[in-house]
């Protein structure tokens, strides 16, 4: 299924090198000041364009279809689509034959047999993410307006998402440097996102499979290259004593009742508790490298040596910051209607 | 939402003090056999006893009050209910006014304000993971029924959740003792679950929301004290270049070709690949621990110190494994049932 | 499926001639007042006993298992059971081989092969509605809550399902000599009720596919035994000229604007305009009958005549207003709980 | 909501002067052939043209922009958008202040305040049944597919909807007369919808809030202008006595037991008894006249008198059957894929 939630429902549709890519945005209150412009700010922090991302340039200008009229939404379905222009799919047709490692050729090949669109990922294309992002932005503006009542397109608390971590280094300093290397060995490598929501209230979520954790985790893996997820301490937290994991409460303005270590991940019974909902997810290295790599060739029924042509991100954990903190945003804005 | 699933759909409900605790099973297929005697050996996997689990005794009996005729499944809804008999409720009046750190009692009463059932946790309560095994037994037989067409029982390819780590120690021969020093400090510890599923037909999932580790990670999230889960490499990946994590290519049999490696733990693109589907999941140490911690009484409006009373795991972790295959368990029952 | 509803969920379970019925409702707010006792007088409006319904006499006492304590509800899924006590399974067992005209013996044969539980119609049995009563019972409660704040059980707005016709005869007076004669032949007859929700606020519902007239005819038509449903003006709306059937407004109190006739049934574009929502539900005869029918005798493998033993309604019809409103309120409450 | 399904999904979205208007479609099976000439006949049966329809003119022109590759769907989502051409604006303006009655203008403005787009009727509009029609093609499609697995487009047994009533008259020789008599009083009726549904298997729809008359009767209320459904003998059912309404049972071949006189309209027990599903649907007369109808000026804040400017069918319902035939299709397409 490709859509998501339960009031705020997001669907997305497209492929790589199809016509367009959308999304549709069912459950969206009316009232929201929204135009295209609103979109750009997101949509740039996903284009590549930096060190260590994709050449390609997509104009990447989003089209606002249905759901808002003058300016606002209407609460009829919204949708938004985003024109594909700079399409080579020439590239592409020989991985129908010769899957590409780490990539979804073949469970593509799999699951829809020869009538997976190969151009490009097609529909499993990391260029679906943009509808992501779009649905993120409105998402956002949900929030905004439910917590603080400002339709304004100002939003504070869904915008917290950075890397951390490039190939395992944690300072910043030294990423050029390293993604350097990395492009020049034609191979790639991964990074660590973290996302932290402040400002949302207490009492988000429910107990079991609607917890905040499961339905952020079920969010964040439909981002291609997601490898792991965990709240506050995370898998930190298994090698901790209860004593020291455990958050002991603080009062704050001698009224809201927080736990003080947020080690939880702002989370208790699956419900958010007041503190910042924190959050990390591991990404892989791009799998589209330069270097050779073993592969079977359908067409030939033998095995062989892949170089993938082509342009890619060197690290495209670069580019995920803003596709996390969208998916966060997207479930966020769907508790919040339902508390 | 208490329920979870698309076509084998899992309801639970029920509080750790109530009457009786029990899951509704929507949409099994009918013609499978099934006892209460199935459901022994996982119940028994998940009871306490062991040294590190708390000595609370109950009889754990499944009750099949509907959806079973001549010893078969009907394909009307399956009801399982069990009895809670060995429950002391003066034990925790006091969690009304005096939250646990690391609980829910903080935010069950956020979220349901005093109308939030307190005793032993209520519905947030750990008990309620013995329903959920339940609902796992049954999600076994329509994957071993539906996989290799067998109904007696004999379920071979999700039964490999085993505890790889307690306390941050790898080597099993050395937990006994680190348990015994926890418990004698009053103190609690975490550990890891590895899950492996083996023996799944290629092609499960889908791409973006419905990809096997959205809908693994949502499920996971649900068992009570998770703070992380990761699929293959995991968070390792995002430290790993591309060619060392891609998964090259293997031919088996001259047939099948699958990830070498399985870096990706099974899954490429939200969809099974063929090799087996391992993650890891990260649980917190056990929260109720004897030491004394800070909290607020609501009460007393102060500050308070608090020596959690009553009969705990000092390792709940202990008991997880039979959980985490369930849960796994139900989703790629749900996952085989759509594809 | 055998749940309904996207935030106030409700679960069905249990078959005539098992241990046990029952329902499990999810999204129930908490604070609301609920005591065994409150179930009664809706359960005695479904309960048989008049003339022209069965002898058939279920002690029908309700057994709230969760998501109530201390009077209110919790928040947590709230579970009501139903002992079935009252069972003579030998009289079905022919059944199995010789399908009953007019009821889904034969369909769930097919669809659940020999696996269907046969006795009593199993899961497929009318005595189902009893649980669904129950959910009616919760669901005005809420809807009570959400309208007026009133959490003492004093419902006003659904409680307006009635029967307007028996066996064709809208005169009620003349319906018990009709109903002796019916039953002097062996025979049976349907009946149509009509049920009006006032009370409830404009706006609730969405255009397409969550309808009022959506909604309440999907859950309308899971009532066993409904051959077609109709709102406002109904089927006539089809005879009549737009300048008779449109709705002219008036402005009540100098405020609200209103369609003045209701002719819509409350509800235009999908959505309730704040007339009451008026709907009539045509049920069949009673399918079990003294009188011969041609069947197939699939253990024989020839063509038989059944005369249907045991005991049954004449026109059980009568026992559906109460049930035609539960499933009216189970859907109303959810929109309010969307709204 | 939106959406409709639960494996063939259906999402409509636009509105009737907005730029486009389309479907996006999830869960289709890949491999079925689809072309954009694939809609036209389909599309043909729903445009307006005919004495007694409006002579708005819109080219209807589907555009496919995602799942269909190299002339075959791929499995991924499926989108088909129209665009608007055709429209007026500046004929609907006055509706934000006049609601018209009949319409959902005033509904629209309750539930939406005044963000509300009133051009045209917005997202309420008539004009979204055509995503709607181009959504029942596939579905045809994938029940070809699914039932005889054909794939080029011969589709036979979802092809049986037509106006079986005018304006209350059975007679279809009469109609063109009480067309031109309506038309010449600035007037309008409705009409009846039959649906007949052939060639499909047994064992389809489940017990309960999934049967087979519940789906189809919650995506038929989606169409607007809906007042009634009955499926078999319908109300008339209700009149019937048992002896009457009853299906004995009939063999066919010697093989195949069926209901032999199908009163219940195909569905026993919610699901299908392998006879053809017949079920009729009661529209009203168009709501928008050239009569004057009283309403309430918001602006003026007075009673008023309306005349519907612009182009209105006489009877819409003359357009309807290929829209219910759609519906049809839908839900049967995911019973279909469930089954």
């Known amino acids: ?121 097609g529909h499993f294309s990391g260029r679906l993410t943009l509808p992501v992002v779009a649905a993120g932005v409105v998402a956002k503006k949900i929030l905004a307006e439910t917590v603080s009542g400002e339709t304004d397109g100002q939003v504070m608390f869904v915008d917290e998402a950075r890397l951390i971590e490039v190939g395992g280094e944690k300072d910043c300093e030294k990423w050029p440097a390293l993604l350097e290397t990395v492009m020049s060995e034609g191979d790639s490598v991964g990074g660590v996102v973290e996302c932290r929501v402040d400002g949302l209230p207490a009492g988000l979520g429910e107990p079991f499979f609607d917890s905040v954790e499961s339905l952020i985790s079920h969010a964040v893996f439909a981002i291609p290259g997601v490898r792991g997820i965990e709240f506050g301490d995370g898998f930190a937290a298994s090698r901790m004593k209860g004593s020291e994991h455990n958050d002991p409460f603080d009062v704050v303005d001698g009224e809201a009742v927080v736990p003080s270590r947020n080690g939880a991940g702002g989370v208790n019974g699956g419900i958010s508790n007041g503190n910042p909902i924190v959050f990390r997810v591991a990404f892989k290295p791009t799998s589209s490298i330069r270097k050779a790599q073993r592969t079977w060739d359908f067409g030939k029924r033998e095995m062989t040596e892949l170089v993938v042509p082509g342009r890619h991100d060197a690290c495209f954990a670069l580019r995920t910051p803003v596709i996390v903190e969208a998916v966060a945003a997207i479930v966020l804005a769907d508790l919040i209607d339902i508390a």
Do not use: C, W
């Open 1 to 121: 299924m490709n859509s998501f939630g339960r009031i705020f429902r997001v669907s997305i549709f497209g492929e790589s090198h199809g016509p367009e890519i959308g999304v549709v945005l069912d459950g969206v209150q009316p009232g929201i000041e929204l135009s295209e412009q609103d979109f750009e700010a997101d949509i740039a922090r996903r284009r590549s364009g930096a060190r260590g991302t994709t050449p390609r340039h997509e104009a990447d200008i989003p089209h606002i279809v249905s759901g808002v009229f003058n300016g606002r939404t209407t609460g009829a379905p919204l949708t938004v689509i985003f024109k594909n222009d700079d399409t080579h799919s020439s590239d592409y047709s020989q991985f129908m034959d010769v899957p590409r490692p780490g990539h979804a050729d073949l469970t593509g090949m799999i699951k829809f047999a020869e009538y997976n669109d190969p151009r490009g990922g």
